[in-house]
C-alpha cells in the first residue's frame, strides 16, 4: 500500500492556472488507476479526471474538459493535475485515489483550490 499525498492548490483569480500534484509514497502499481476527485461544500464529490496505467488513456469530466489535463509520470511516482482557465465553480477540496477494479481504495487529504 502507498501513501498519497497531494499538493500545489491555493488561491487563484479566475482564468488562472494551477498544477496539482499527487505523490506517491512509493511505486503506484502499473494497473492501477489514478483519479481526481474534488467535493466543494453542499455539494457531492465529482469524478474530476482519470487516467489509466499506460499513461495514454484519460477520462475528464464534461465540467472541466478542455481546460484539465492529467498526466502520470510512474519514474516519480507522481500525478498531475494541470487546470486552466480556472472559474469560480472549480473552488472545491481536490484529492487523488487510486483504484484497483474501480475500487477507490487509496486516498491523499486533499488540497484546497479558490478561485475567485
Known amino acids: 500500500h502507498v501513501q498519497l499525498v497531494e499538493s500545489g492548490g491555493g488561491s487563484v483569480q479566475a482564468g488562472g492556472s494551477l498544477r496539482l500534484s499527487c505523490a506517491a509514497s512509493?511505486?503506484?502499481?502499473?494497473?492501477?488507476?489514478v483519479a481526481w476527485f474534488r467535493q466543494a461544500p453542499g455539494k457531492e464529490r465529482e469524478g474530476v479526471a482519470r487516467?489509466?496505467?499506460?499513461?495514454?488513456?484519460?477520462f475528464y469530466a464534461d465540467s472541466v474538459k478542455g481546460r484539465f489535463t492529467i498526466s502520470r509520470d510512474n519514474a516519480k511516482n507522481t500525478v498531475y493535475l494541470q487546470m486552466n482557465s480556472l472559474k469560480s465553480v472549480d473552488t472545491a477540496l481536490y484529492y487523488c485515489?487510486?483504484?484497483?477494479?474501480?475500487?477507490?481504495?487509496?486516498w491523499g487529504q486533499g488540497t484546497q483550490v479558490t478561485v475567485s
Open positions: 487516467i489509466y496505467s499506460d499513461g495514454g488513456s484519460t
Open positions: 512509493g511505486p503506484v502499481h502499473p494497473r492501477r488507476c
Open positions: 485515489a487510486t483504484s484497483v477494479r474501480a475500487i477507490y481504495d487509496t
